[in-house]
């Protein structure tokens, strides 16, 4: 007999859509515009007895709690408050931009002929320039030489014409 189906782990994932972040934001900032404006109202920072809002003083404020996601595109590194670029880079990042740099130095002098392959290129280049052009003079040679063979018939056939005549 069947068992019947398993249930499965961690069931179904939830997302909350776009307009629901965006009212819960706003009630966030509702909130923190009413702290604030209960803190600018109260004469001292400290807890007072009749301060029931928070519970514990030492506690940080609500909104210091509730710290917003950053994209990662949005990330520099001066908001991350690092001077040297290479400083704060891990050792695989580091050689990826190594890899990168030396890519580029590479197709530099590849593009001004200044490697060991691109001098082969070039003079293989050179031979197949040198080929093509001997093949095009004898293309033409021989073309002349058709054209030269086509007036010769053609004139012994105007001569074996005349002669019957």
């Given amino acids: 007999m069947g068992r019947?189906?398993?249930?499965s782990r961690g069931g179904s994932r939830r997302f909350t859509d776009i307009e629901t972040l965006k009212q819960q934001s706003r009630e966030l900032e509702r909130q923190s515009a009413r702290s604030e404006e209960s803190d600018e109202d109260s004469p001292s920072k400290g807890a007072s007895a009749g301060d029931k809002s928070r519970s514990n003083p030492s506690a940080p404020p609500t909104n210091a709690l509730q710290q917003k996601n950053k994209k990662i595109n949005d990330l520099t590194l001066?908001?991350?408050e690092i001077t040297d670029p290479k400083r704060g880079l891990n050792r695989k990042e580091r050689e990826e931009l190594a890899k990168q740099e030396a890519k580029k130095k590479y197709q530099a002098l590849t593009a001004a002929g200044k490697t060991d392959e691109a001098k082969a290129?070039?003079?293989?280049?050179?031979?197949?320039r040198a080929q093509r052009e001997e093949a095009a003079k004898k293309r033409e040679l021989e073309?002349?030489?058709k054209e030269?063979?086509?007036k010769a018939?053609?004139?012994?056939r105007k001569k074996a014409q005349s002669n019957k005549i």
């Fill in 143 to 145: 073309q002349k030489a």
């Fill in 121 to 128: 290129d070039l003079a293989r280049l050179a031979i197949i």
């Fill in 148 to 150: 030269a063979a086509a």
């Fill in 78 to 80: 001066e908001s991350l």
């Fill in 4 to 7: 019947g189906r398993k249930p």
């Fill in 153 to 156: 018939k053609a004139e012994a």
